[in-house]
């Protein structure tokens, strides 16, 4: 698939996974946007909170990402993480319409609570993780969110019934192809 459109969005993007099952359930793409204007005290991610600029990757270029991943590996849905995502939300609302098309199930996390997250893009999401991390309210044992305060919103009933602890999904992937990618709950010693 060739995807064509005149729409000159771009996006600021830390890092890609096209196949991964340490970002929610089933095989899945992530993507880190780069940017945060949150600043979690302990992010799990430092290096994805300044705003400079990582990889200018087009509409077009991440939507035919999506579909090579979806036919090559068969992911089921993507997960939008960072860096904060909702940092570029005009091209993230476009982003995920066009995932949808694909039938694409989309996880996103954000610091920002979902009373903050615009309408337009939550009817696009099929699940949210929102709140910002919290060190002190650290959960480790907890599948989906790093603190206590978080919330997980099923906003359609896509992943309604995924019942996934922290013990059952896959710990950490590491992925080696332009380069090494290393995500989820992996301990280096």
């Known amino acids: 698939m060739k995807y064509h459109s005149a729409s000159n969005v771009y996006f600021n993007i830390a890092n890609i996974n096209r196949c991964t099952?340490?970002?929610?359930p089933f095989k899945r793409m992530?993507?880190?946007?780069?940017?945060?204007?949150?600043?979690?005290?302990?992010?799990?991610?430092?290096?994805?909170?300044?705003?400079?600029l990582a990889h200018l990757v087009?509409?077009?270029?991440?939507?035919?990402?999506?579909?090579?991943?979806?036919?090559?590996?068969?992911?089921?849905?993507?997960?939008l993480t960072g860096g904060e995502?909702?940092?570029?939300?005009?091209?993230?609302?476009k982003l995920c319409?066009?995932?949808?098309?694909l039938d694409l199930g989309i996880i996103l996390?954000?610091?920002?609570?979902?009373?903050?997250?615009?309408?337009?893009?939550?009817?696009?999401?099929?699940?949210?993780?929102?709140g910002m991390y919290i060190e002190e309210f650290?959960?480790?044992?907890?599948a989906m969110k790093?603190?206590?305060n978080q919330d997980i919103h099923h906003l359609t009933k896509r992943y309604l019934n995924i019942k996934q602890n922290k013990e059952d999904r896959i710990h950490g992937s590491i992925n080696i192809n332009d380069g090494a990618i290393i995500n989820g709950d992996v301990l280096l010693f």
């Open 21 to 24: 099952g340490s970002e929610g």
């Open 97 to 101: 319409a066009e995932f949808k098309k």
């Open 138 to 142: 650290k959960e480790p044992g907890a």
């Open 30 to 52: 992530a993507i880190w946007f780069q940017g945060c204007n949150i600043y979690c005290k302990s992010c799990c991610n430092p290096e994805l909170q300044p705003f400079r």
């Open 85 to 93: 995502p909702t940092m570029q939300i005009i091209g993230l609302i």
């Open 58 to 79: 087009s509409l077009e270029e991440l939507i035919e990402i999506a579909f090579r991943a979806k036919e090559e590996f068969s992911i089921e849905g993507v997960t």
């Open 146 to 148: 790093g603190s206590k």
């Open 109 to 130: 996390y954000s610091g920002n609570k979902i009373f903050d997250i615009p309408q337009e893009l939550l009817k696009l999401i099929d699940l949210l993780v929102d």
